[in-house]
């Protein structure tokens, strides 16, 4: 069974930082795209940010800037290094990854979510 695992979110006042985590474990190979996505209550989950195996990184709009997305491969694990946090960055944050599968080929693959929360 595969697990994407997310860690470090919380209550943070505006201007503050957070640095969210995601392991992927489990009977696994390797992990190729990883990524963070974010719901808000009543709206639709919206891509905050991607990264490849290889590094190349893609970001939302809204946290260009604000937002670094960075990877250990040996350890299958993404982070997710907030920055100058704003209210509208208030949501679940979900993590993402496409995983090999071991012999059942690659698929997509969420975690549970966890929040952040923006406010003083």
């Known amino acids: 069974q595969v697990q994407l695992v997310e860690s470090g979110g919380g209550l943070v006042q505006p201007g503050g930082s957070l640095r969210l985590s995601c392991v992927a474990s489990?009977?696994?190979?390797?992990?190729?795209?990883m990524g963070w996505h974010r719901e808000v209550s009543g709206k639709q989950r919206e891509l905050v940010a991607i990264i490849t195996r290889d590094g190349v990184t893609i970001y939302a709009d809204s946290v260009k800037g604000r937002f670094t997305i960075s990877r250990d491969n040996a350890k299958n694990t993404i982070y997710l290094q907030m920055n100058s946090l704003k209210s509208e960055d208030t949501a679940v944050y979900y993590c993402?990854?496409?995983?090999?599968?071991?012999?059942?080929?690659?698929?997509?693959?969420w975690g549970q979510g966890i929040q952040v929360t923006v406010s003083s």
């Open positions: 993402n990854a496409d995983v090999d599968l071991l012999g059942v080929g690659t698929q997509s693959r």
């Open positions: 489990g009977r696994i190979g390797v992990t190729y795209d």
